[in-house]
């Protein structure tokens, strides 16, 4: 038996064998596959308007979303720009950006349920990677390896055995073949089949439709002169205005029609019907394939939302796990510290739905907390409250209702609180370091104040007003800010350690200047100046978009852009003040403890010191009192402290038990 499906025979089973071998019949030899992509290109997506149409909205939606790779910290996901990996997800060879690989294995994903794609290894690391067309690649089946490896037939002449390190394979579930997927296509060409043939019959009709829809005849048969008689007449009747009306021909004794039925004729149910089914199993809602009657701004929103929570975000979450599989062990990452993830926030059919649901997570924080005021348990109250909370030790007793209180202002969270017995030394950095906190956070609330009132400007006038958001303003701020503070602290720094190893003290200084201060100054800002701006672009957005929903006027806009950056000044000023002020005041340190080494040939430790409160990280406290070697990371892989948002750890140096000529060498206990 058999069956044509898009131009394709295929082979139907009957009962008479099994219809899975057992794979020891394959072993060795390439999995063969009764699918096209060729013919699905040109038999279904040139051919068909819903393939195209699904198939292309579904690709353009997988092309533009960036993949993100990100590093775990503590409880948060950091991003890694600077990351190998993650240049080659942005660029992953010389002719294609990230756009075009992702919408080209969309696309071989959908009609032919495989992509495949061939990496470049140089140096032991993947430096490129590059699609390869499905029909050209079959896996070799191996009872031992599952696939012992791909071939790879590169012209009619030439085939090359590629190992499986050298390729990243993403399928569809076939459940009659374990190494092959199934296309959506394939389940589709029936309907598409149909569809074709149901459009190439009704264009068939429309091109000979001139003819009349009835025609009378006379009883007898017509002299040569009443047929050329006849002949004019018919001719009169059908030019013209007169096409599609009834012929009369003399004395009438019989009509007969020569056209088809409406019956006949209607072809838009099923065609109607074709694209419902080729919808389906694409899994793209049928008004987004044709915008009729029956579209409306409501449901088409809908239906984007719906085909993005479907169909186009799980196809991402297979790409990026695919890419954690292949590209992970070439850099030793673990998928429990690192992960690649799409970038959604810039879709904005995702934003109604992601809006709603921060509605509905405030609102059952806030039940929570009416709840557990009360008195209710804390285990009781995220019970009924819907919050998704781990069972408490002791939770299930009732607690006392606190005495009622007086609202009082939102204020700045508290400087950096100390254990009890802290060194002396490390007491005075920090308490230096919240007097720079503070310079740091007016001018940074000054910076973010005048921002808003570029932007709130730009807005009401009309003007772009991403103009107003200049990383100019960023990179002069900070820069001074942390050669500033470097410049004083890494003095400060240089000359306790230099005390700390020589009873005189030395005679040397702190030079901020030193190779590699500068420069890590420099790539440390512009790496977080883009952060910050893009954050603000984002909210800034969100925003925008909020208020054009409510029918906010310009002016309104202009207002809640200008509010945002208010609230900014408070909050997220003294936010970037400390994370920036931390992160510097951890490379002051540094910087001068390194270069001590290099002018006295001294080997030093360090040593983390956690904060030691209760809003410390769990990894961080777990690391207090290690000590590394100067030049080797902590376990958190960082060289200091401060490197994460609102850290609030420290670093002390000291030489380590060595002894140097000429200099007294203290101990570390």
């Known amino acids: 038996m058999g069956a044509a499906i898009l131009g394709i025979d295929i ?35 040139k051919v068909s308007p819903w393939v195209y149409s699904a198939v ?36 992953p060879n010389p002719f294609m950006a990230r756009q075009d690989m992702q919408e080209r294995w969309a696309h071989h994903m959908l009609l032919a349920g495989n992509a495949v794609w061939w990496l470049n290894i140089v140096g ?7 699609p390869i067309l499905p029909d050209q690649v079959r896996p070799i089946a191996s009872r031992t390896e599952f696939v012992s490896g791909y071939k790879w037939q590169v012209t009619p002449t030439e085939a090359r055995i590629l190992p499986v390190e050298q390729v990243a394979h993403w399928m569809f579930v076939d459940p009659a073949n374990p190494r092959w997927g199934l296309a959506p296509l394939q389940a589709a060409a029936a309907a598409v089949d149909m569809d074709l043939a149901a459009a190439r019959w009704n264009r068939a009709v429309l091109m000979n439709d001139g003819k009349p829809p009835l025609a009378v005849f006379l009883d007898a048969a017509l002299s040569a002169d009443r047929m050329k008689q006849a002949r004019d007449l018919i001719r009169e009747q059908v030019d013209g205005g007169n096409i599609r009306k009834t012929l009369v021909l003399g004395g009438a004794s019989k009509a007969q029609p020569l056209s088809l039925s409406a019956t006949d004729l209607d072809f838009l149910n099923g065609r109607r019907f074709s694209r419902e089914e080729i919808a389906a199993v694409f899994g793209v809602p049928p008004i987004l394939l044709s915008f009729g009657e029956a579209a409306t701004f409501s449901n088409l929103d809908a239906a984007k939302a719906i085909l993005w929570e479907d169909r186009i975000v799980p196809l991402l979450d ?25 970038d959604l926030s810039g879709v904005r059919a995702l934003q109604a739905n992601i809006k709603t649901e921060a509605e509905v997570g405030k609102l059952r924080a806030e039940t929570f907390k009416v709840l557990t005021d009360g008195g209710v348990p804390p285990n009781m109250a995220a019970a009924a409250a819907g919050v998704p909370l781990e069972k408490i030790p002791g939770g299930d007793e009732p607690r006392a209702a606190p005495a009622p209180t007086f609202t009082q202002a939102k204020s700045r969270p508290p400087p950096m609180q100390r254990k009890a017995a802290e060194d002396g030394d490390v007491a005075e950095r920090l308490s230096r370091m919240d007097a720079w906190i503070e310079e ?34 960023w990179q002069a701020l900070l820069e001074a800010v942390h050669t500033a503070v470097i410049e004083a602290e890494g003095s400060l720094a240089y000359t306790a350690l230099l005390k700390n190893i020589a009873s005189t003290g030395g005679g040397g200084t702190f030079d901020v200047l030193a190779d590699g201060v500068v420069e890590w100054v420099k790539a440390h800002v512009g790496e977080n100046i883009r952060y910050i701006d893009e954050t603000t672009r984002e ?100 060289m200091t402290s401060g490197t994460e948002v609102n850290c609030r750890c420290a670093v002390v140096f000291a030489p380590a038990q060595k002894s140097l000529s000429g200099v007294k060498v203290a101990k570390i206990n």
């Open 318 to 342: 297979d790409l990026c796990q695919g890419l954690e599989g292949t590209f992970f062990p070439y850099w030793g990452l673990t998928s429990d510290g690192w992960r690649i993830r799409p």
């Open 539 to 638: 909210v800034l957005r969100r925003e925008i978009a909020a208020g054009v929903e409510a029918g906010e006027s310009a002016r309104d806009i202009a207002k809640r852009l200008r509010g945002v950056h208010e609230d900014w000044a408070g909050w997220r000023a003294e936010r970037i003040a400390r994370t920036e002020l931390a992160v510097s005041f951890g490379h002051a340190h540094l910087a001068s403890a390194q270069q001590i080494t290099e002018e006295y040939g001294v080997d030093m430790v360090k040593t983390w010191v956690a904060t030691g409160d209760s809003r410390t990280r769990d990894a961080h406290a777990a690391m207090d009192g290690e000590t590394v070697p100067l030049s080797e990371p902590f376990s958190n892989g960082e």
């Open 11 to 45: 082979k139907l089973r009957g009962n008479s064998g099994p219809a899975i071998h057992a794979s020891s019949t394959q072993d060795g030899r390439p999995v063969y596959a009764e699918w096209s992509a060729e013919k699905a290109v040109a038999e279904g997506l």
């Open 56 to 91: 292309g909205k579904i690709a353009s939606g997988v092309a533009s979303v960036p993949l993100v790779l990100e590093r775990a910290a503590g409880d948060t996901w950091v991003p890694e720009p600077g990351h190998e990996l993650q240049r080659l997800l942005c660029r």
């Open 440 to 473: 740091a956070r007016k001018k940074v609330a000054e910076l973010l104040l005048e921002q808003g009132s570029a932007v709130a400007s730009a807005y009401a006038a009309g003007d772009p007003w991403e103009e107003a958001l200049t990383l100019d303003d």
């Open 124 to 130: 032991g690391q993947p430096v490129e990677m590059w």
